[in-house]
């Protein structure tokens, strides 16, 4: 398969700064795709933006660590970051800001 595109070849997991990358953009594309002006989505919204693109700013940011005790420092903020961007997409679920079909459907 092509790797360009971030699928796996002949089986192998993709990179992990590759998967945190293509969260992060399913996460701005979903932002965007909320309409409406209403001022509680608009917050909610923009948590979830900023925690999901956190993931993989993470990452990357492990990647280049200078020590082992650096590395698990970023790679434990971009796991407490997946789980508050989990909490927003929930609560945008539960609001009725997003349809959990249309949730289902970006991921």
């Not at 990358?21 to 209403?38: I, N, P, Q």
């Not at 020590?67 to 929930?90: H, L, M, P, Q, V």
């Amino acid at each position: 398969m092509n790797s360009e595109k971030g699928q796996a070849k002949a089986g192998k997991p993709r990179d992990i700064a590759e998967r945190t990358f293509e969260f992060a953009r399913r996460v701005v594309a979903l932002c965007r795709a909320v309409k409406g002006t209403d001022v509680a989505a608009r917050v909610i919204v923009g948590q979830l933006v900023r925690a999901g693109t956190s993931v993989g700013a993470n990452v990357e940011e492990a990647q280049a660590s200078h020590s082992r005790a650096d590395f698990a420092n970023k790679c434990s903020i971009a796991c407490k970051e997946a789980r508050e961007t989990r909490y927003w997409i929930r609560l945008l679920a539960a609001s009725g800001v997003v349809s959990t079909a249309s949730l289902t459907a970006c991921w």
